[in-house]
């Protein structure tokens, strides 16, 4: 067989002079008999056209012409009466030969990634297919008639741009699976119940709402997969699915209680539940009973966790009882629920690798939380904890623990044991001073305790970040741009972690005291800032008070209050504002000087106001860009409560 293959799969070095020559003729300068071969493979061979002699080629079963550039099958290939599997899947086909329904031994169709629009009705004739794959082309839908494949088991019909099934499929009484994900559709047929042996079903990424109320295929149904629809309820026959290994409904409309009391005691051989992203609000009461579960995640379907008040996860504030059951669960996500406590017997899932349990409200963890001891991934980020159990540090098996936005004030002793803790996150809490465990992690290559309220410099906080690790350098290539060092791989780079200053005392000084400047700083920049804000309140209150002024021949009178000076007024003569800066000479405002001077220390120059006052209290030279109105510029104004979630 392998000098078979040699001889009709030619090498890659070759497949360029595959397309210009005839295929028959390869095998032929072989010495093969053309009537004995029986499986023909020209997958990725450049080709664009088959020229076959197709009928010394009769005894073809399996034709594999995958990864090539045709356009489109010949018309002769009907002369393949034998042919059981075609694969010409990652072509640029478009459509197919009428002749294809010729092929009554064909069984295995597969025509993934090309430029399918419609697929030939002449499909619908070929009564031995058992297999029909189209995903990845643009069909726009099925031919009418695709009930008429009687014996078709499996039909594969993803990522396309479906927007209706045919009613004849209900007709197809020996499909086991059926995969129509990532489509348009919106509806099924209204006689998809009557489908008796259906096994695996995925109806993902579509627009459906409404399940059938019957289905037929129920009791021996396996997996279950209709995530990112638009469906609200659960029909009764989701409580009669006693063969339902994997179930998976994220993304949808879900409400309140949608699974019947008894789904756990009839789904007991469920592996894989996952109803991320929708409005749950309780459980069934006999979830306990899925002692087969090892993955559930009634999360959040986003990835990154999302900052507090967002709700991208369910809505369950407690867990059933008994759930301490699912002995054999190995990965549980519970993330953005609101969740204020755990079971007491939550240390009993014995199994329990990694969990999620990000921004809910819990604010203790059970003392049996220290059972799970093959946790290795713990996630408490965004809760109300305000202390471990004491015996936390016998979960050696962990390996990443983050406890970030929480209000911990302080780590248990038992900490010292988490040796092997690889990532621990500690932002944002209430820490007073630098954790003594951390010294003895020597396994860390994630580490973060800022924003706690550890009084000392920033400097100080010990850090682990993730660094580059260089090849040596080449001697050969010393004076050459060859010798420049490159990344071959990442290592982390770990900042030792010290508790005791090297500083002399008089630096802990400066640094205190620089700490304090800055302090101080901040603290009048913030002032600074709410007196600005205070100011543009009263903004046309004080420009009433500032601007009364009126006019006496050739002279303004002016007149300004202040909250902190008495009454001034001001008399000058008027100017003319084209020729301001050759009467004022050298009287101009020099900014560059007053930049060295303090606010308190300018003194207050009362200019005259043109007929049209600016809205500044200076005026511009000659050169400097003419003014613009705030008025003009347009801007909308802002509406109310637009701003109310900027921090």
């Not at 023909?40 to 020229?51: A, Q």
């Not at 396996?222 to 290994?245: G, M, Q, T, V």
């Not at 306990?288 to 999302?306: A, D, K, M, P």
């Not at 050298?586 to 005259?608: A, K, Q, R």
Request: include cysteine.
């Amino acid at each position: 067989m392998s000098r078979m293959n040699d001889a009709i799969g030619c090498s890659k070095k070759a497949s360029t002079a595959v397309s210009n020559v005839k295929i028959d003729m390869l095998t032929k300068t072989n010495g093969y008999n053309n009537s004995k071969i029986t499986r023909l493979d020209l997958e990725f061979k450049d080709l664009t056209d088959l020229e076959i002699d197709f009928d010394e080629h009769e005894h073809i079963e399996d034709l594999l012409v995958s990864g090539n550039l045709l356009e489109h099958l010949p018309d002769s290939i009907k002369k393949f009466t034998r042919l059981k599997t075609l694969h010409a899947n990652e072509n640029k086909l478009k459509t197919l030969p009428d002749s294809i329904g010729n092929l009554l031994c064909l069984e295995d169709l597969h025509l993934i990634g090309n430029h399918l629009v419609e697929l030939s009705s002449a499909v619908c004739c070929l009564k031995s297919l058992k297999k029909l794959v189209l995903d990845e082309n643009a069909l726009k839908a099925l031919p009418a008639d695709i009930g008429r494949v009687k014996n078709l088991e499996i039909l594969e019909a993803c990522f396309n741009k479906l927007e209706s099934i045919p009613d004849s499929l209900s007709n197809l009484n020996f499909l086991t699976i059926l995969n129509i994900s990532n489509n348009k559709i919106k509806s099924l047929p209204k006689d998809f119940g009557n489908l008796t042996n259906l096994k695996c079903i995925d109806i993902s990424d579509n627009q459906i709402s409404i399940l059938p109320d019957t289905f037929k295929s129920a009791p021996i149904l396996e997996r279950l997969h209709a995530d990112s629809n638009r469906i609200c309820i659960l029909p009764a026959w989701f409580a009669k699915l006693p063969e339902l290994l994997h179930f998976t409904m994220r993304d949808n409309c879900l409400q309140g209680s949608p699974l019947a009391d008894t789904f756990g005691e009839t789904s007991v051989k469920l592996k894989r539940f996952d109803f991320a992203g929708n409005s749950i609000t309780d459980l069934p009461s006999s979830f306990g009973c899925l002692v087969n579960l090892e993955y559930v995640h009634l999360g959040s379907v986003i990835g990154e966790l999302e900052r507090r008040g967002f709700q991208n996860g369910n809505w369950i504030p407690k867990l059933p009882e008994l759930f301490g059951n699912l002995k054999s669960l190995k990965e549980l996500h519970l993330d953005e629920n609101r969740l204020f406590s755990l079971p007491k017997d939550f240390g009993c899932l014995c199994n329990l690798q990694d969990v999620d349990l990000c921004q809910n409200m819990i604010r203790e963890i059970p003392d049996s939380f220290v059972n799970l001891y093959n946790l290795r991934k713990c996630l408490f980020s965004q809760n109300h904890l305000t202390k471990l159990p004491e015996r936390f540090g016998e979960l050696q098996a962990l390996r990443e623990l983050r406890l970030d936005n929480n209000e911990i004030s302080e780590l248990p002793v038992s900490f010292d044991m988490l040796v092997d803790l690889q990532y621990l996150d500690l932002f944002r809490n209430k820490l007073t001073a630098i954790p003594t465990c951390i010294s003895v992690m020597n396994k860390l290559i994630g580490l973060d305790i800022d924003e706690n309220s550890i009084d000392i410099s920033i400097s100080e906080i010990p850090k682990i970040f993730r660094g580059n690790k260089y090849a040596e350098r080449n001697p050969d290539f010393s004076n050459n741009w060859r010798g420049k060092k490159r990344a071959d791989h990442y290592d982390p780079v770990i900042q030792q972690v010290t508790f005791q200053s090297d500083k002399s005392p008089e630096s802990e000084e400066e640094d205190k005291t620089e700490s304090t400047w800055i302090r101080q700083l901040l603290e009048q920049t913030d002032q600074d800032e709410l007196n600005t804000e205070r100011r543009e309140d009263d903004d046309d209150k004080k420009s009433d008070e500032y601007s009364d002024y009126e006019s006496e021949d050739e002279h303004y009178h002016i007149s300004y209050s202040d909250d902190n000076d008495e009454q001034t007024t001001s008399t000058c003569d008027t100017v003319d504002t084209e020729n301001w800066e050759e009467e004022r000479g050298t009287d101009l405002e020099n900014w560059e000087e007053e930049l060295d001077t303090g606010p308190y220390e300018i003194e207050h120059v009362h200019y005259p106001i043109p007929e049209k006052p600016s809205r500044f209290l200076f005026v511009p030279s000659t050169n400097h860009p003419e003014n613009l109105q705030l008025d003009s510029l347009g801007l909308d104004v802002c509406q109310p409560g637009q701003f109310d979630d900027v921090d």
